[in-house]
């Protein structure tokens, strides 16, 4: 397991998984963590592997899992449970059984899990979950008391039917919710050059109205915008999405537009106290001149011609000293002259080129390969996934501000 060394503390976070009947929602919470971006280490007690083969684990987490079996096996020098707990930013269990907390807030060390607890010094969160008479015994309510007022974060278990067939509080939270509560804790506790900046990024296609029920838009997904958003949350900025595609599920400032205008309007609120603009969105160039109160009627027409006036450039009115802007390239073909030439006349800090011709990248896709224009020179992406570019924009941003 020299493995443990390589891996990102930044980006690392310790799931501990305990015996308990919700288990098959912590493999879902695993998968869930690996699409935002992180890298959960898995350690298990032996109740656990009763319900869940580790292989399932070992699968969905793409790194090996750890319990007291590979604890006791260690060889080279090193210790499992210390390893583990410096390799993280953040513990979490889930789910967690009665046993375990009481073990967690007694300090009992007897198997890898609450050894590495004791080891861990970052935050931790636990998501109880047991039969509704378990979870209100006296014991485990002084147990959770106990770890609340130690800084662990307790998630309120939820209502409804128990996997022994009663009714009551003692499920455990979703594998969403504690997915929030994962990167509220990273967030909170990154110390990058982009922690505590204020963030606003835009996001989506805009919808131009030509009538009440007709209007002009485009394909994009809003997802690159929303990865941005994503990354520079868990790099500890205060972040404001500004978006036509509002995401379900966001720790952060969502403010939702439909209109080049409306995304005018928004950015220009949100952008006065910010120190770093990235306009992801793909802003219509030009909105119909008139916008029709009903519906246009077809009636005995053969054509019908549109006329459109330039919208307003968000990108060009938000200039200021002080506003780090990142600007972003769609163009039809390797054209990066016509992104440099963009970048130059609008004194954009960073500009992302990207080729929307390009076969699997790009609008809609999951993925894009990307050519970041920077003040040093120009830095190529190849195709990967759009948080991993979100990743190397951030670097760059990162990059920018320290400079
Ligand atoms: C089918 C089954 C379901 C269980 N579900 C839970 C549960 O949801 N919560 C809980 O606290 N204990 C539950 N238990 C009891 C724990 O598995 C038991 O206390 C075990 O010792 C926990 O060990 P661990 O905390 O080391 O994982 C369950 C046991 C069985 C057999």
């Not at 998984?17 to 998968?31: H, M, N, P, Q, W």
């Not at 989506?204 to 109205?209: D, F, P, S, Y």
């Not at 390969?369 to 990162?398: F, N, Y």
Request: charged share 20%; aromatic share 4%; hydrophobic share 45%.
């Amino acid at each position: 397991m020299s493995g443990l060394h390589d891996v990102s503390v930044a980006r690392t976070v310790l799931v501990g998984v305990t015996g308990g009947i919700a288990i098959y929602k912590s493999v879902e919470l695993v998968r869930g963590l690996v699409k935002d971006g992180l890298r959960p280490l898995v350690v298990t007690t032996e109740a656990a592997q009763r319900f869940v083969m580790p292989l399932t684990f070992a699968a969905v987490s793409q790194a090996p899992v750890l319990d007291d079996q590979s604890a006791w096996q260690g060889s080279g020098g090193w210790f499992q449970h210390i390893e583990a707990a410096r390799a993280a930013s953040v513990m979490v269990v889930a789910p967690a059984t009665a046993n375990t907390l009481a073990k967690m807030a007694t300090g009992i060390a007897d198997n890898l899990l609450t050894a590495t607890y004791l080891a861990f010094r970052g935050p931790v969160i636990v998501a109880p979950t047991m039969n509704w008479a378990m979870h209100q015994h006296d014991a485990t309510q002084h147990n959770l008391r106990l770890l609340a007022d130690r800084g662990v974060e307790v998630l309120p278990t939820e209502q409804g039917e128990l996997a022994c067939g009663e009714e009551g509080s003692g499920r455990m939270a979703s594998p969403e919710t504690i997915r929030l509560a994962v990167r509220r804790a990273l967030a909170a506790s990154a110390r990058g050059p982009l922690a505590g900046k204020r963030v606003v990024v835009t996001s989506g296609g805009t919808r131009e109205r030509i009538d009440a029920v007709r209007f002009i838009g485009n394909r994009s997904s809003g997802k690159m915008g929303r990865a941005l958003a994503d990354e520079a949350y868990l790099r500890g900025a205060t972040v404001t999405l500004v978006t036509t595609q509002p995401p379900t599920g966001a720790a952060y400032d969502v403010v939702s537009v439909e209109s080049a205008a409306e995304m005018a309007a928004a950015v220009g609120d949100a952008v006065r106290s910010a120190d770093v603009l990235v306009m992801a969105a793909a802003v219509a160039d030009f909105r119909p001149a008139v916008d029709e109160r009903g519906k246009i009627e077809r009636g005995e027409r053969e054509t019908l011609t549109l006329e459109l006036v330039r919208t307003v450039d968000i990108l060009a009115s938000t200039a200021r000293p002080g506003l780090y802007r990142v600007g972003f390239a769609a163009e039809a073909g390797p054209r990066l002259d016509r992104a440099r030439a963009k970048k130059a006349a609008k004194g954009i800090d960073l500009l992302v080129f990207n080729d929307i011709l390009a076969e699997g990248v790009g609008i809609g896709s999951d993925e894009n390969e990307i050519t970041m224009l920077t003040a040093e020179g120009e830095v190529h992406v190849p195709r990967t996934s759009k948080a991993a570019c979100a990743h190397a924009v951030a670097d760059q941003i990162e990059k920018g501000l320290a400079g």
